[in-house]
């Protein structure tokens, strides 16, 4: 008889896949379950990619923990981003993915039965890499104020006990386009370095922010270089989710540790990509800005489609969250009823706790505006397929 690790107990199935396989490949389908986008990656990073492709030094398992220029590139960004210098021959590990990187970080920092605090919403991946890893994540509640999303500084604190060993954190958020002040930086590395606590810090949005809003960085704060662990990827900001590029920065201290356990868990991220990433970071311009802009184009003009709605704006980020409950309905229900109108949207069940379970996901990324302003129409078909009255939109 086969026995299912207790450490899977509380990792939730994903429901992305499921919602897409619903939508098929229907081309009226509103596409907001999944987190793609379609805007092009740096033509830089493709035509470097092309060229890497057949050659043997793009062909091999060495260097493991990633070729010398992208470790220079990465180190760089980060300092253009933090004003912190990293040493890219010590400090810097290239991974397969961010994904693997996250697991990597907590493996080398945390023991089964350590804690560590979480957001509610969170990144599913986030949370239930903290399960696989065997450690115990502890949800700390994001409020809405004035319109946006808060962390509660108070529960913040007040999470912290004995077995903690942990922060682990994005910003902007994925799903739900939080970020944070400088207050709550501040407040963030303030019990960090009360009570000897690394900070796991997902960096991989960094540059998506919205309305003109400042890049924090949280090695910019005192005390924070040694003790955070930056978590990176070309993902995102460079539109490259098919290269499966990340990398690690982190103190030199603990960057022994980092690399063994990306060796034995990624081995080597591949070489052409490695290339592209390369290209992507080290071009004049990536394109970053002019799809910030277009993004938050499409933000607004969810919001717009959607005014009048329980939907939090995202200050950063490529989605947003509708809190179902609000309208008196639960967000697999509003999900399958919007998938009738021809509109993909995830439920958050699974993505923290209580909060994240009110909540369907919106992504906006990947569809145009003239697309997008199709929601609203769509979203009220299914609401009144649900029966939700009129005086709750």
Not at 292 to 315: H, I, K, M, S, Y
Request: proline fraction near 6%; charge should be negative; aromatic fraction near 6%.
């Amino acid at each position: 008889m086969t026995v299912r690790p207790t450490r899977l107990a509380e990792v939730a199935g994903f429901s992305i896949d499921r919602v897409a396989a619903a939508a098929g490949d229907d081309p009226d389908v509103l596409r907001l379950e999944n987190l793609d986008t379609d805007l092009a990656p740096p033509a830089e990073a493709v035509e470097a990619t092309r060229d890497a492709i057949g050659a043997l030094s793009s062909n091999s398992y060495l260097p493991f923990t990633g070729r010398p220029e992208l470790c220079r590139a990465v180190a760089e960004r980060v300092h253009l981003r933090s004003g912190t210098e990293y040493d890219s021959g010590t400090e810097v590990v290239i991974t397969a993915s961010d994904g693997d990187g996250l697991l990597d970080a907590l493996l080398a920092v945390t023991d089964p039965g350590d804690e560590v605090i979480l957001t509610d919403p969170t990144y599913a991946g986030m949370l239930n890499r903290v399960r696989l890893a065997g450690a115990s994540p502890h949800l700390v509640p994001m409020r809405v104020v004035e319109g946006a999303w808060r962390l509660d500084l108070d529960e913040l604190a007040g999470a912290v006990g004995p077995a903690t060993r942990a922060i682990m954190l994005q910003n902007p958020s994925f799903p739900s386009g939080y970020l944070l002040t400088d207050d709550e930086w501040h407040a963030i590395a303030r019990i960090c370095v009360d009570h000897d606590l690394w900070l796991v810090y997902w960096a991989f949005m960094e540059g998506i922010v919205y309305d003109s809003a400042p890049i924090l960085h949280p090695v910019a704060y005192p005390g924070m270089r040694e003790r955070t662990i930056i978590v990176g990827t070309v993902s995102m900001e460079q539109r490259m989710i098919g290269w499966r590029i990340g990398w690690i920065v982190a103190p030199a201290a603990v960057m022994a540790d980092l690399s063994m356990v990306h060796i034995y868990n990624g081995i080597v991220a591949g070489g052409f990509a490695q290339a592209g990433a390369v290209a992507a970071l080290t071009t004049p311009d990536d394109g970053l800005a002019a799809s910030v802009a277009e993004w938050q184009r499409r933000r607004d003009t969810v919001n717009a489609e959607l005014r009048g709605l329980p939907v939090v704006p995202a200050a950063g980020g490529w989605s947003q969250l509708l809190d179902a409950r609000a309208l008196g309905v639960e967000p697999g229900d509003l999900s399958r009823a919007l998938l009738a109108h021809q509109v993909a949207a995830t439920p958050m069940t699974g993505w923290g706790g209580v909060i994240a379970d009110r909540h369907l996901r919106l992504v906006f990324s990947r569809e145009p505006v003239k697309r997008l302003m199709l929601l609203g129409e769509r979203m009220m078909g299914a609401l009144d397929d649900l029966g939700v009255p009129s005086t709750l939109r």
